[in-house]
């Protein structure tokens, strides 16, 4: 069966830091892309960044700078950094990963998700 299971959120200041964790299981997922996205409250599920299998990264502008996705395929984890948090980061975020990233929310697994709340 497979599962991912995100952890890592919390409450944090503005300006504060927070690591996010992924960790899958149930196969390898080394020729997976894996990523995040993110949904705060009343707001629409909104991408925040992705790894490729090959190791290349993307990021939405408005975490661009501050956050680093990062991945260790020995363990199936994926790892966001989150620095210089800002109180609109405030959101649960869900880790997701799939084949191909185009077909990541009809396809793809994901998370149960976990929350971050930054305070200003």
């Known amino acids: 069966q497979v599962q991912l299971v995100d952890s890592g959120g919390g409450l944090v200041q503005a300006g504060g830091s927070l690591r996010l964790s992924c960790a899958a299981s149930g196969r390898t997922f080394t020729n997976y892309d894996m990523g995040w996205f993110r949904q705060a409250p009343g707001k629409e599920r909104e991408f925040v960044a992705r790894i490729r299998w090959t190791g290349n990264a993307n990021y939405a502008d408005s975490v661009k700078d501050r956050f680093t996705i990062s991945r260790d395929n020995a363990k199936n984890t994926v790892y966001l950094q989150m620095n210089s948090l800002k109180p609109e980061d405030t959101a649960v975020y869900y880790c997701?990963?799939?084949?191909?990233?185009?077909?990541?929310?009809?396809?793809?697994?994901w998370g149960q998700g976990t929350q971050v709340t930054v305070s200003s």
């Open positions: 997701a990963a799939s084949l191909s990233w185009a077909i990541v929310t009809t396809r793809g697994y």
